[in-house]
């Protein structure tokens, strides 16, 4: 089976400006993740989707980040306007369900100057 | 409230040697528990995982994993480090019985020495 795929993989840009982030997620799976991951540490969740609905955004910068998943399928994910410590790498995953392991796409290292 | 501790940010081992990953969770239910691996520049990889039933659990490329409750433990094992298994690896928490996010530790970075 096809895994996650998410673009782009490498992304640089100056601070304040905005960014985007595609994933496209196994096919059948219902739940969507997006984690932001800096360096040296353990992915930290930002939103999770159950279809098209959100689950989980606790964690999100709700003031610069914003994600949508329409559909229930693809996802984007937003960062308008970005400051330097937003310099990570963003995987996305996805699951059948909350309760099964998560499948993870290779991740976009961001750079912000 | 859940969390993961891992001992160790960085672990070294010699090829052939046996691999001790350590993980102790704190969960106020009984867990899920995983363990993941990460290689450079790739997203994580699932290497095993404890639900219920039996203790012991074996996952991929060797790798054995022993949910011991009375040590809140899920230390990860392998009898002989190959080169190949030089990675980060992350230990994780949830559990069943409703939403509950997944809480990832902060890593281990293993080392393998030819």
């Known amino acids: 089976e096809a895994g996650v795929a998410q673009s782009p993989r490498y992304k640089i840009i100056e601070k304040r400006q905005s960014v985007a982030f595609w994933c496209n997620p196994i096919s059948g799976h219902a739940t969507l993740y997006w984690y932001q991951q800096i360096l040296g540490q353990g992915p930290k969740l930002l939103i999770q989707?159950?279809?098209?609905?959100?689950?989980?955004d606790s964690q999100l910068p709700k003031d610069r980040f914003s994600a949508e998943r329409l559909k229930g399928v693809d996802s984007t994910l937003k960062i308008q306007p970005a400051k330097l410590e937003d310099s990570a790498v963003y995987l996305c995953?996805?699951?059948?369900?909350?309760?099964?392991?998560?499948?993870f796409g290779d991740g976009t290292r961001l750079s912000i100057l | 409230a859940q969390s993961v501790t891992q001992l160790g940010s960085h672990v070294s081992v010699s090829e052939g040697a046996l691999v001790l990953l350590r993980c102790n969770y704190s969960?106020?239910?009984?867990?899920?528990l995983f363990w993941y691996v990460q290689y450079p520049n790739q997203g994580l990889q699932l290497l095993l995982k404890?639900?219920?039933?039996?203790?012991l659990v074996k996952g991929i490329n060797g790798f054995e994993a022993e949910f011991k409750k009375s040590e809140t433990s899920f230390h990860l094992t392998k009898p002989s480090a190959h080169m190949s298994d030089a990675a980060e690896y992350f230990c994780a928490v949830s559990h069943s019985g409703g939403y509950q996010k997944v809480t990832f530790g902060t890593g281990t970075k293993l080392q393998v020495i030819p």
């Open positions: 969960s106020s239910v009984p867990p899920y």
């Open positions: 989707f159950q279809n098209n609905g959100v689950v989980d």
């Open positions: 995953a996805s699951s059948l369900d909350y309760r099964q392991p998560q499948h």
């Open positions: 404890y639900t219920t039933g039996a203790t």
